[in-house]
């Protein structure tokens, strides 16, 4: 076990040894409550990746500790609680923990209470505003629940259009959208494609963030960027072996799960099976090293399955480098 692991570890058996003994004192036990980034941070991690996860969700279980939402899933500045598991204490059995579902709540703009004004402020005030912060629209509230209307360059434009000469915000509202945190990001997506925005809500009805086009559009290419080079690097090492290696040359190389009729068959570790062996590789005629070759593909492997196991933080800015240049190598050896 890693020195890491080790310290999360021991500060879950210190968590688990306190719940116990308030639990035999006959106390209620008090769950310890961080945000999940503090709990990744006692075992040395910042990334959700699905080995920390597994590694985590394992030390959990050895300590008969759960946490009260799923620790993978949650928004990672998101409170969670580590509490005993119902067996140990008299916990709802019943109340969910495990949601895969991707949610309005794991974006971050989602957690960013939006910059507001009063339907009684000057339309200078909100127009000044946008200008500074380089938006397209403004949240026309008065409290943190109580919506009344958007002010946008579209409404205010659409009220000169109409002759009017609006003075203050409540002059040229449009109405205002909003979803609650807990709706499925896929269904809010087409929301704010429709209406450029959503306010979100949260179970107290409190709006807490404000998810724009913009913030989808950089959602994607977080997601998809990835995604693309692992594809190039992918389609790269099928060019290599093509019309290079006979069907049964492959399939001595693949994991044995599926029938094997040409390179396209192969999986990632399949082809670092194949270039593992010396033979294979002469037929490469590659004047590059093969165990540093060999290396890499092993290192992008790991990230590929990181980045097929969803995770809701942002990808290791190493990792994404690393396919980067992986990527520009293939293109360089043509």
Known sequence: MSEPQTAGAEWLRDVADRLRNELGAGAAPRPERLSVRQFLAHFGYAHRRSRVVAEIRECLASHGLRTSRDFEFEYIDGVITVELEPEIA??????????????????????????????????????????????????????????????????????????????????????????????????????????????VRGSDRTVTGIVTSVDIARQFKQGAHPFFLIGEIEHHLRNLVRRKFTVEELDDASDGNKEIRGPDDLTFGGYCRLFEKPEAWQKLGLEIDRKSFVDR??????????????????????????????????????
Request: hydrophobic letters at 35%; charged letters at 30%; one cysteine or more.
């Open 90 to 199: 008299e916990i709802d059995a019943d109340q969910p923990r495990d949601d895969p579902t991707v949610r309005v709540a794991l974006l971050e703009a989602a957690h960013r209470p939006p910059l507001r004004v009063a339907p009684d402020d000057p339309v200078a005030k909100a127009t000044t505003l946008m200008r500074m912060e380089d938006y397209s629209q403004l949240p026309v509230m008065t409290t943190d629940r109580d919506v009344k209307g958007m002010v946008s360059w579209q409404s205010i434009g659409e009220a000169h259009a109409r002759g009017q000469n609006p003075v203050t915000v409540g002059e040229c509202m449009e109405d205002a959208y909003d979803v609650p945190d807990k709706m499925p990001l896929a269904d809010a997506t087409d929301r704010i494609c429709e209406q450029g925005y959503v306010l």
């Open 297 to 334: 593909l092993h290192a992008v492997r790991d990230i590929r399955n990181d980045i097929m196991h969803f995770s809701p933080d942002e990808h290791d800015p190493g990792d994404i480098d690393r396919l980067e240049r992986t990527a520009r190598f293939f293109r360089k050896l043509g």
